[in-house]
């Protein structure tokens, strides 16, 4: 089991940063950053293979947002900058326990969650 406990988030201008981190009690084979507005579905942001340190990033974030990690810390960052009003969402991090993944910003290839933290843009 891998626990996952986020921490960042927070409210911001456009055009600002953020940086949201990831605590996990394990090191998962993929882990994953997603976001989900209200009414919206959960959307996949950015992903990470753990020990090729290969990623992945939605078209709407990429050139913005990077996703980092830290294996001896057990932490997964999320930078993000030139914040947009559209990047407000409840943000949470995964992980995939093992194996590759068809799709790697699919939230069903996921096995464990966190909580959330939510991030607020305003215009």
């Known amino acids: 089991q891998v626990q996952l406990v986020e921490s960042g988030g927070g409210s911001v201008q456009a055009g600002g940063s953020l940086r949201l981190s990831c605590a996990f009690s394990a090191t998962p084979t993929l882990m994953g950053w997603f976001r989900q507005a209200p009414g919206k579905e959960r959307e996949g942001v950015a992903a990470?293979?753990?020990?090729?340190?290969?990623?992945t990033y939605a078209d709407s974030v990429k050139g913005r947002f990077t996703i980092s990690q830290d294996n001896a810390e057990k932490m997964l960052y999320l930078q993000m900058n030139s914040l947009k009003p559209e990047d407000t969402a409840m943000y949470y991090c995964?992980?995939?326990?093992?194996?590759?993944?068809?799709?790697?910003?699919?939230?069903?290839?996921?096995?464990?969650w966190g909580q959330g933290t939510q991030v607020t843009v305003s215009s």
């Open positions: 995964a992980a995939r326990a093992f194996g590759g993944s068809a799709y790697d910003l699919g939230p069903s290839e996921y096995h464990y």
């Open positions: 990470i293979y753990t020990h090729i340190r290969s990623t």
